[in-house]
């Protein structure tokens, strides 16, 4: 954890010519990605961002890039991270948010050109965070398929009630009853995993989380009902009883009319970048998204 350094004064900023400027882009050959979506908002700072990096001497380059900044909000966030994600060891990513504060965001749509400031000036310096491995195993024989979550996974029925196996590190450990369940990240255990009660977890913890939505506790059936945080070096396996009619959502992808005979869930080798211009502390993200108390 890096510890505040305490000023007396506060430094003056320097001023950069716009010479200055071109210099300092051309020694970083920076590649920078603008991945927007398709709200007016939107739209307008992406123009006004390239425009800027062009004059800065930043190269446009969406295919090879080293900082991809997402301009929209979480949820263009999330498609801008599925869309590089055979490209997260070599990426970072930077969020600017054009409408209600985003919770991987930093940057909010009047600050394009202090943004641009912090790309000239940058140094390589970053945070990353964990992500959660999925893998699918199918009813038919087919191939198995590999996807990463930045968020979560559920796995639901398409209507009744959902019968499943979970097994933790290769042994049984409950028969799930319920509506479906949520597998979460560290940073995904904001989203939709605390609106069905799970934990909020620090993503310097390397874990990921399991909590049931709805489940069914009776005489008969019988689950833990609270949620569950799995360490790095073990994993989960579910199993639904029934291989079809099932939904399987990683993010905002879904699998839908496949049968589903086991999906495995482990933390990622691959983590996911911010560059750390600014990055906000995660109780502070965490207090602002849902306490937004007043500050003094």
Known sequence: ???????????????????????????????????????????????????????????IDSLNPDIVVTVGGDGTLLSAFHHYSDRLDKIRFVGIHTGHLGFYTDWRDYEVQDLIDSLVEDNGQSVSYPLLTIEVEYADGTHS?????????????????????????????????????????????????????GAVINPRFNAIQMAEIASINNRVFRTLGSPLIIPADEWIRIEPAKSTDNVLMCDQLSIEGRPIKAINYQIARQRISFAEYRHTHFWQRVETSFIGRERP
């Open 145 to 197: 398929d590999q996807t990463l979550a930045l968020n979560e996974s559920t796995i639901k029925k398409v209507s009744g009630t959902m019968v499943a196996d979970v097994y933790i590190k290769g042994e049984l450990f409950e028969s799930f009853r319920g509506d479906g369940l949520c597998i979460s990240t560290p940073t995904g255990s904001t989203a939709y995993n605390k609106s069905v009660g």
């Open 1 to 59: 954890m890096k510890k505040f350094k305490r000023h007396n004064s506060i430094p003056r900023k320097k001023t950069v010519t716009h010479h200055q400027f071109l210099i300092r882009a051309r020694k970083n050959d920076m590649k920078v990605s603008i991945f927007g979506n398709n709200g007016s908002a939107s739209q307008r700072v992406a123009t006004a961002l390239k425009t800027g990096l062009t004059a800065a001497g930043i190269e």
